[in-house]
């Protein structure tokens, strides 16, 4: 058991990634042990508790009341003193056996030390549930879990805003063509990106896919007809489907482009930040 506490002890020196990765290693038989609850470590980062909740969940998941001395109780003693810890079934039903990963999805600071975080536990057979984890923050890079896990509703998804490209590009239009080669070459390889971006744009191809093909385009302006004159933008939003291997996969883009000698071409593209220069 001294490797096991050693492994684990180390592991949370490294941080919560490492600590992860102790979890998953195999351990030696346990040996009986004096019980004694370690003191917190004081080695998460200041801030933001959520990687601390993150990890504490997943240890209390693969924790089981009648093995004191498991690394996963040892991890939860060490991280939430007062936590209970459950009593698993048997079989591969139980919630520690089917288990897949942890996830923070939301934290909220109640006060002066004390948050809350929302966190996601997924399973193999992608149900997810949610809990909400209570964390003692010192504002110095302490954390403590102060109670244990509730479990929690799902929490509620944003109305989505109306998008600003209202107006649709009927395909095989200028547009609709300077796109369909453009993702053509981003995605699937046919031909070089640079031929179709705007000057001081850089942006490297994605690739992986075998085919691409557009199936709506809408822009904030009337853009179905003629290409205006040189630096008029519009902003796209694009939907296609890229095939490869697996399967066909429904995509979405956002792009800024801009009209330069009587065609179209990509002054920015943003599936997400930084995506074009």
Do not use: I
């Amino acid at each position: 058991m001294a490797f096991g506490r050693c492994a684990v002890w180390t592991a949370l020196a490294a941080g919560p990634a490492a600590l992860a990765l102790a979890l998953t290693l195999p351990q030696p038989p346990a040996q009986p042990a004096a019980h004694h609850r370690p003191a917190p470590p004081a080695t998460a980062a200041a801030g933001d508790p959520s990687g601390w909740a993150e990890v504490f969940l997943a240890a209390w998941f693969r924790a089981d009341d009648r093995e004191q001395d498991s690394p996963s109780a040892v991890v939860v003693r060490s991280m939430a003193p007062e936590v209970e810890l459950p009593r698993p079934g048997d079989g591969d039903a139980t919630a520690g056996a089917g288990l897949d990963r942890v996830a923070a999805v939301h934290s909220r600071r109640l006060g002066d030390g004390e948050w809350s975080v929302t966190v996601a536990a997924q399973y193999a057979n992608a149900s997810v549930r949610y809990f909400s984890v209570p964390v003692l923050a010192s504002g110095q890079g302490q954390f403590t879990v102060s109670g244990g896990p509730a479990r929690v509703a799902a929490p509620g998804p944003l109305p989505v805003p109306k998008p600003v490209e209202g107006h649709p590009v009927e395909l095989g239009r200028p547009l609709a063509e300077s796109l369909e080669e453009f993702f053509a070459a981003y995605l699937a390889g046919a031909g070089t990106v640079d031929r179709y971006l705007a000057p001081g744009v850089r942006l490297a191809a994605a690739g992986g896919y075998e085919r691409v093909e557009l199936r709506r385009v809408a822009a904030d302006r009337e853009a179905s007809k003629h290409v205006p004159g040189d630096g008029v933008r519009a902003r796209v939003r694009v939907r296609l489907e890229a095939e490869d291997a697996a399967g066909v996969w429904p995509l979405e883009y956002r792009l800024r482009m801009s009209a330069r000698g009587g065609r179209w071409e990509v002054a920015a593209l943003k599936p997400a930040a930084g995506g074009a220069r």
